[in-house]
């Protein structure tokens, strides 16, 4: 089993930043992907971003592109969101997720094929 933890998660004013930061921990071999997801309140959870763990590939949603970056450190098993600019839109719970599926890099990871999730945590955006 691999075990995600988020953090990083709060309240911002619009227009303000947030790094959120996600360690994965226990069976982590195998991992082919890591990738951040929302859910607002009467919402489906949407990808935001995701990273191929070997080459670092990414991607980003169109609502987010220019605004949010994801990124990850192999040597400590985490990923990271930056996000700026941030909007009341942006308000969610965020949840890092983890995929051991390969998918060919002509497709990008959605909720579907990610196998691993952690409890969530919520970003709050005043306007």
């Known amino acids: 089993q691999v075990q995600l933890d988020e953090s990083g998660g709060g309240l911002v004013q619009a227009g303000g930043s947030l790094r959120l930061s996600c360690a994965a921990s226990g069976r982590t071999f195998g991992l082919f992907a890591m990738g951040w997801f929302r859910q607002a309140p009467g919402k489906e959870r949407e990808v935001i971003a995701t990273i191929r763990w070997i080459n670092g590939n990414t991607y980003h949603a169109d609502s987010v592109k220019g605004r949010f970056t994801i990124s990850r450190d192999n040597a400590k098993n985490s990923v990271y969101l930056q996000m700026n600019s941030l909007k009341p839109e942006d308000t969610a719970v965020y949840y890092c997720?983890?995929?051991?599926?390969?998918?060919?890099?002509?497709?990008?990871?959605?909720?579907?094929?990610?196998?691993?999730w952690g409890k969530g945590t919520l970003v709050t955006v005043s306007s």
């Open positions: 997720a983890g995929s051991k599926q390969y998918l060919d890099s002509a497709y990008y990871y959605t909720r579907n094929e990610m196998e691993y």
